[in-house]
């Protein structure tokens, strides 16, 4: 007696070869998507480690420099004067008034380097006069407004944004 030979079975191997490798390439993908998820994290914290030293660094000069707070607001809070320095004051004795005006410029000068705006302005929602420290990057700016590229709007933060906000006191 000859045994039949069962034709029906035929590609059904290749078939089950097929659909694994179709799970197999769903379950890459999403790999791949939480590996750029943890790329745009860890870059967004590097941003807001940059942005908390810079603050810090002005916050600290602010206060060591106590007695000029207005030239320091003024300073940065004008574009064009924000990283210009009339005096080196590594190398020459400076007044309270130009070590306001050289610490800004290398607060600021630092920030620019790293694709960050700063400004300085009245924290928002507060009536007691203090300042806070804006540090924006991306495609926000260091600004209090009712746009989507604004750090605040009014008293709110605003969500789109990528910027940080430090109180000086």
């Given at each position: 007696?000859l ?16 659909v ?12 791949i998507a ?7 994290a860890t ?30 607001m003024?300073?940065?809070g ?17 007044s309270?008034?130009e ?8 607060v600021?000068?630092?920030a ?5 705006s700063m ?7 507060n009536s ?28 709110a933060?605003?969500?789109a944004?990528?910027?940080?906000i430090?109180?000086?006191y």
């Amino acid at each position: 007696m000859l045994m039949k030979t069962i034709n029906y079975q035929n590609g059904v191997g290749l078939i089950e070869v097929l659909v694994a490798m179709l799970i197999l390439a769903i379950g890459v993908l999403g790999f791949i998507a939480l590996q750029y998820r943890a790329v745009e994290a860890t870059s967004e914290s590097g941003y807001r480690v940059q942005a908390i030293n810079i603050a810090r660094d002005l916050a600290e000069r602010v206060r060591i420099n106590r007695g000029v707070v207005d030239t320091y607001m003024s300073e940065i809070g004008t574009p064009d004067k924000q990283t210009v320095s009339a005096k080196n004051c590594f190398t020459t004795n400076c007044s309270t008034t130009e070590l306001a005006d050289f610490d800004v410029a290398q607060v600021t000068v630092r920030a620019r380097s790293v694709g960050m705006s700063m400004n300085v302005m009245e924290c928002q929602g507060n009536s007691d006069g203090r300042n806070c420290v804006y540090v924006a990057w991306g495609d926000t700016s260091a600004t209090n407004g009712t746009g989507q590229g604004d750090c605040t709007n009014n008293t709110a933060y605003n969500p789109a944004s990528t910027c940080l906000i430090m109180e000086l006191y």
